[in-house]
């Protein structure tokens, strides 16, 4: 069977809701890329907890909102962007969310990155190629982006797609 990436999940995440709620087959599996704990709560005890306590319920249905609108936010960029479109609205996100003004380094092995943004390792490699052009130096892990401006340009951030605050936070002058 194929595999793909759904998602890469930070601590501290939620894994298969939907199902333990529904009390249904699990779809999905997970594989850790570093060491972890994980703490694994009896399906049954989550759905009585969801039945007696409202703030628990109230905090269960923002995780489902949030990871459904997650889901169909990286189903537009699946079917609506080029995979170089998709990289470079990544690498601007990721830039952010690091906090590092051009550069990024990629959290996970390349392969995994390629399969999260819905691409084969070679197409990944291809957009890199594609990105130079826009200021984009890839070595190993480490991403440096020399033309903000000029890859913003080319990726299109679309608030339908990412979230407004998450599309530009740096100064590009």
């Not at 249905?61 to 079917?79: C, F, G, N, P, T």
């Not at 609506?80 to 590092?100: F, H, K």
């Not at 051009?102 to 392969?111: A, M, Q, Y």
Request: charged share 25%; hydrophobic share 45%.
């Amino acid at each position: 069977m194929r595999e793909t990436t759904l998602e890469i999940i930070a601590p501290v995440g939620i894994f298969i809701l939907a199902a333990v709620l529904n009390d249904q087959v699990y779809l999905q599996s997970a594989r850790t890329l570093e060491p972890s704990n994980i703490l694994m709560i009896p399906a049954e005890k989550v759905r009585i907890a969801m039945e007696t306590d409202q703030a628990f319920m109230r905090a269960i249905v923002m995780e489902l909102a949030a990871s459904y609108r997650r889901a169909i936010k990286d189903l537009k960029s699946q079917e609506l962007r080029t995979g170089a479109e998709r990289l470079a609205n990544w690498l601007l996100r990721t830039q952010m969310d690091q906090a590092r003004h051009g550069l990024v380094e990629i959290p996970v092995e390349k392969r995994v990155l390629a399969s999260r943004l819905g691409m084969t390792p070679e197409n990944l490699s291809c957009a890199f190629l594609t990105l130079r052009s826009y200021g984009v130096k890839a070595h190993g892990s480490r991403v440096e982006i020399a033309q903000l401006r000029a890859l913003l340009d080319f990726a299109k951030p679309d608030p339908l797609v990412e979230d407004p605050e998450n599309i530009v936070r740096f100064d590009l002058d």
